[in-house]
């Protein structure tokens, strides 16, 4: 093996090691009881409350109402990660295929607006957001929750270079066989789309699975708060002198990141694909 081959896995070794150590971390704290964290801190080693934490954050009720339990917060964050992914996705196939196919006055334009809007953070526009979905009746709704954040400049980009490299031919094929615009991009965009569509899936379920900013901002009926929304809520709830919970947020975080995992992995291939796959 050459040196520079051995420093590549090196390299890519060490950036394993980085991304992994925290989760292994997180999962071995998660064992352990609060009392022991909260003298020790991080632990390194298993303890013996996995299955009593897990089972805690899972299906005891907790919260300022005590209502809640972790498979609703599971819920509401896979509502939120679909809505997202499926909405963009969408609302981007769409727009592409306008800017790309229908020879509109200043067609270019339109898109590099779009495009600019990626300069404008959830951040910069939460207020005028939030002030839009309040009037509208909105407020702790799954549509307040996901409508709002569906537009994508991302996605739009993505979709409108994929669409820029389909052969014209298939279009004047399309128009000799009188398909229409909509039997177009439905019979022959849509599919030839797929791998792109997984990539865009998973790049905007993950977005949307950790969401924090807007749910927390836009939901106050712990009915639909989301996982990640959930671990700060655990070590909000406090009763006199009582010990954070930092084994049950810790068990909480280790669940959150196994749904995005899931995702990733089984649609490994069809993201790479989608991002790097030139001919169509």
């Known amino acids: 093996m050459r040196k520079t081959q ?20 997180a999962f071995l704290t998660s064992t352990h009881d609060a009392i022991t964290i909260y003298k020790e801190g991080i632990q390194f080693a298993p303890g013996g409350k996995f299955l009593e ?21 599971l819920k509401n964050s896979l509502i939120l990660g679909l809505g997202f992914a499926i909405g963009k996705i969408i609302i981007s196939m769409l727009a592409a295929y ?24 959830l951040e910069v526009r939460i ?20 409508v709002p954040l569906i537009a994508s400049a991302t996605g739009t980009f993505f979709f409108r270079q994929f669409f820029l490299s389909v052969p ?28 792109m569509i997984a990539a865009i899936f998973i790049i905007m379920f993950v977005y949307g699975w950790n969401q924090y900013l807007w749910p ?19 070590l909000q709830v406090w009763v006199g002198a009582q010990i954070p919970a930092f084994n049950e947020a810790m068990a909480l975080a280790i669940l959150a990141i196994v749904p995005p995992v899931l995702i990733v992995v089984v649609f490994q291939s069809w993201f790479v694909k989608g991002l790097v796959e030139s001919d169509k």
């Open 6 to 25: 051995i420093w590549d896995h090196v390299i890519l070794l060490a950036g394993v090691f980085f991304m992994v150590t925290p989760v292994v971390l």
């Open 53 to 73: 934490n897990y089972e805690t954050v899972l299906f005891q009720a907790g919260g300022f109402t005590k209502e809640v339990d972790g498979f609703v917060m």
């Open 98 to 121: 306008a800017i790309v196919y229908f020879r509109f006055p200043m067609a270019t334009l339109c898109f590099w607006v779009i495009f600019a809007t990626l300069l404008l953070p």
């Open 127 to 146: 207020l005028p957001s939030y002030e839009i979905v309040q009037k509208l009746g909105m407020v702790n709704t799954y549509s307040g929750l996901i």
């Open 168 to 195: 014209d031919e298939l279009l004047e094929a399309a128009r000799i066989d009188g398909a229409g615009p909509w039997k177009f991009f439905k019979d022959i965009l849509v599919p030839l789309s797929q791998t």
């Open 216 to 234: 927390t901002l836009i939901t106050t009926d712990e009915s639909l708060f989301t996982l990640v929304r959930g671990i700060k809520q655990i």
